[in-house]
Structures are given as C-alpha cells and as structure tokens.
C-alpha cells in the first residue's frame, strides 16, 4: 500500500516543549474498580445494572484493567520513536478516569519547565467521547492548575483514525492474523471490524458541524473498507469485511450503534458463516474493551455457535502506528511553526471547528478548538 506519508524534512517539535498523552484510565486493583467506573459515568444515566456488570469484567481480570500498562508501554515506545528521530523533547502522561490525572501530568510538566505543550489522545476517531470529551478534560485541568499558578498553552494531534500510517498498522495486523486462515473457504469467512459502540445521536452530531453528521462510523467504515481491499488484495482472497459494535451501554431505550458483534455472530453462523475474524480498529491497545468483550465474550458466543473465532492484535505498539503517531506530532509542530502539511483523505483540523462533536448534554469549555 503507498501510505506512508512524508514526514517533515527537519526532525523539530518546537515550539512545543513536551508531548502530553492523553489517555482513557482504568483501575489497577480491585479497590479500585467502583471509583472509576462512577467517574466514568458520573452524570451519564448509565444503569446501576450496567455497572455491577461492567465491574465484573474488571473483577475477573483480578480487578485490574491492563490499560495502563499499555499506555506506560505507548509512551516507552514512542519516547524510543523519538530518541531514533533526534528528538529530545520529554512526553509526559495523563489520564481522564484514573491516575495519574491529567492535572497531575501538568504540574509535572510545570516542575520540569514545560509550558507549551502537544497533547496526543489513545483514541483516533471523531466523536464526543473519543475526541471533544478529552478537550474538555484538558480545559478542566487547565482551569485546576490556573488556580495554583500555573500556565501552559496547549495544542492536540487531529484525531488520526484517517492518517495512511494507522490504516498501515492496522493492515499488518489484519494480513499477520489472517495468514493462519490459509485453507479456510472465503465465503465461510466472516471479516468483522469492531469498534465501541455510542448513541446514534453522538454518531449523529459526530464531526465538525458542516451538515454531514455521523463522522464516527463514516471513519470507521472508511478505513474497514480500504483494510477489507487490501488484505484481500495481499492475500489475493475475496473476503466479505463490515463494521459492527462492543460494549453498548445506556438505557435500552436509547438506541446506540447496532448491530452488536455477538447478535451478528449469531446471523452469520445460521448463513453458513465457520469462520469470525474481529478486528478491533476503533481501540489503539488491547484494553478491556477487547480482552473482555471480545476475548471472553464474543469468543463464548463462537464457542456456543461453533464458531472459529480469530481475534486480530489492535496496533498496540506496533512500529508502523509508533512511527505515525510520531509523524503526526512533527506535522502538528511544523504546521504550529506555520509550515505546510502533507494532506490526505479525510485529514481533519488540528483545531476543531465550532460545535464539532458536540456535548448534547450540556455545553462546557474545551481546549484545542474554535469555540
Ligand atoms: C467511543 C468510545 C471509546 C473509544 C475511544 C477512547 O478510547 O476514548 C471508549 C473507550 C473506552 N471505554 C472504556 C471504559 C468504559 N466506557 C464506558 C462508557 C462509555 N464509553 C463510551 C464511548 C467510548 N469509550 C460511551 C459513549 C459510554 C457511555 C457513557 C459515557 O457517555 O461516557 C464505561 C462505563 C460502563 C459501561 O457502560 O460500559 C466504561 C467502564 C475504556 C477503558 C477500558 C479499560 O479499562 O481497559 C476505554 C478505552
Ligand atoms: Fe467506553
């Protein structure tokens, strides 16, 4: 595939003096557990139900959700990105959920003198919770550590579910796994891209407000068919690939992205489907969301079904998402230094527009945008 992209000729990230991770948080031990699934969903008229369930996931991973690790496992291997580039400028690494907090990734910038900071998310597409829920969260740490002093001037990596480097990763992890369905008939293999599903009025309002809507599962289907065309053209196969959801939550009332991966399993199974792969491309690591609801969940509904089940690796740490992640600061920064930036289908703003992912419950500041 001819997708990498040209990264800037100077190896710089000025004006920035560090790189700030955003990430999603979890617990990491059983205690742990019901603080951050309230933080979560603080607010949210998520079910008491849902909840207990939801800490039963965690329960059964002996209360720990391997998220962290993954991320201290990012930020190591980008920090190694970065070393072979040249580049010295430290990362620094904040939660929305759980420790350490994004307040907290500040004031050790602060004490380290970084003031002018790029902030990176663990989540590549467009959509409240994936993007403006986290600008929001940089504004109400921001405003925490105003009120002791402190000042930064923030600026964010666009979402980067379009970039041709993610597609890449995503790509060799789909081909790898797939290798090991060499006997297997095409049309008894089931391809299903997965991603968390989100209320059909959050995937409605998705995107910069330009009249369009439903940016999240456009990106998302974007990106599953142009992955469905490469492997098979790689693989010279003729596999089938669509997009189907995890993790739904709300009220049953409320209608969220369907079809679920364990109802579509079940549909398949009866029209003659042997075979699932799940793709998990709308999680950059292997969290909960994935070692739960696919590898234990879904891979029951397959057991059940007699299904095969093939779940492909998320791009992790792989060397092709690192090094594009890391092409993604060197643009942001050539691009807050006024320099032209390579464009590709579907590249979104480094700003977001006004009313871009809107919060439909309540409209609250949010850094990195235009409103
Ligand atoms: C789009 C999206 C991503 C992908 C982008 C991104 O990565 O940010 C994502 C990631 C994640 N979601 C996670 C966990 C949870 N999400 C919940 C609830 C919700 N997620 C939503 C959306 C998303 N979520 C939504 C619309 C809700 C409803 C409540 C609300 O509007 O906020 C709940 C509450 C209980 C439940 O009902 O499931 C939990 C525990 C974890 C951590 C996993 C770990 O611990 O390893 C991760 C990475
Ligand atoms: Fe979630």
């Known amino acids: 595939m001819t997708s990498q992209t040209n990264p800037p000729t100077t190896a710089d990230l000025s004006p920035y003096d560090a790189v700030l991770l955003l990430g999603f948080g979890g617990p990491e031990a059983p205690e742990e557990v019901m603080p951050f699934l309230r933080r979560v969903t603080a607010g949210r008229g998520i079910p008491d139900e849902r909840l207990e369930s939801v800490a039963e996931h965690y329960h059964h991973f002996g209360g720990r959700s391997p998220i962290n690790d ?98 890449e990763a995503n790509l060799g992890e789909l081909v790898r796994a797939l290798r090991a369905l060499d006997g297997a008939p095409d049309a008894e293999i089931a391809l299903l891209f997965v991603t968390h599903s989100i209320p059909d009025a959050m995937d409605d309002t998705s995107g910069p407000g330009d009249g369009e809507g439903n940016l999240y599962q456009r990106q998302h289907l974007a990106l599953a068919a142009r992955l469905t065309q490469e492997a098979n053209r790689v693989l010279g196969r003729d596999l089938t690939g669509e997009l189907v959801f995890c993790s739904r939550s709300g009220p049953p009332t409320q209608p969220w992205l369907e079809p679920d991966v364990n109802d579509r399993m079940r549909e398949l199974a009866t029209a003659g489907v042997r075979t699932v792969v799940t793709a998990p491309i709308g999680f950059v690591s292997d969290h909960m969301e994935v070692v739960y609801d696919l590898d234990t969940e879904a891979q029951e509904t397959a057991d059940e079904l007699g299904l095969t089940h093939v779940r492909v690796p998320t791009v992790g740490t792989d060397a092709a998402f690192v090094r594009d ?10 691009e807050a230094r006024g320099e032209d930036v390579p464009l590709f289908e579907g590249r979104m703003p480094s700003r977001c527009a006004v009313g871009c992912c809107p919060n439909l419950r309540q409209a609250r500041p949010a850094l990195c945008g235009s409103d």
Do not use: M
């Not at 992640?325 to 050539?334: C, I």
């Open 70 to 167: 993954q991320n201290r496992a990012l930020l190591a291997a980008l920090r190694a990105e970065l070393d072979s580039r040249g580049i010295d400028t430290p990362i620094v690494w904040g939660n929305r959920n759980s420790e350490p907090f994004i307040d907290d990734a500040l004031r050790e910038a602060h004490a380290a003198g970084q003031q002018r900071l790029v902030a990176l998310t663990t989540s590549a597409y467009s959509s409240y919770s994936s993007c403006r829920q986290y600008r929001e969260n940089l504004a109400d740490a921001l405003d925490t550590v105003t009120q002791e002093g402190l000042s930064f001037e923030i600026d964010k990596v666009a979402q980067y579910a379009p970039r041709p480097g993610f597609a």
């Open 325 to 334: 992640l890391v092409d993604a600061l060197l643009e942001r920064a050539a």
